[in-house]
Nanobody, 125 residues
């Protein structure tokens, strides 16, 4: 069973940076895809960024060059470096994974059967 654990959330002021990490257990190396989603209060969960094991990445339009997703396949960790944060980025961020090499629609929520518990990111003005 795939297990995902997020870390690195917290509170920052507008313009600040945070780095989120996700550690996966029992995820097949070389043939997997991972992603970050977020859910703000009163809003639907949305995709933020995704990466597969051949390095293909996908970002939501609102990222606008501010975030960078990366991974260490050997250690089975994924990170999201977030810069230029604004209050609109306040949300619970979730790590998601699929034991399949997705090549399209990497930010489609229904593609991911495995989810972490989520971690809070709060950006104050």
């Amino acid at each position: 069973q795939v297990q995902l654990v997020e870390s690195g959330g917290g509170s920052v002021q507008t313009g600040g940076s945070l780095r989120l990490s996700c550690t996966a257990s029992n995820l097949f190396r070389g043939q997997s895809s991972m992603a970050w989603f977020r859910q703000a209060p009163g809003k639907k969960r949305e995709g933020v960024a995704a990466i597969n094991d051949v390095g293909r990445t996908k970002y939501a339009d609102f990222v606008n060059g501010r975030f960078t997703i990366s991974q260490n396949i050997a250690e089975r960790t994924m990170s999201l470096q977030m810069n230029g944060l604004s209050p609109e980025d306040t949300a619970i961020y979730y790590c998601a994974a699929r034991d399949e090499l997705l090549s399209t629609n990497l930010l489609r929520e229904s593609h991911y059967p495995n989810w972490g518990q989520g971690i809070q990111v709060t950006v104050s003005s």
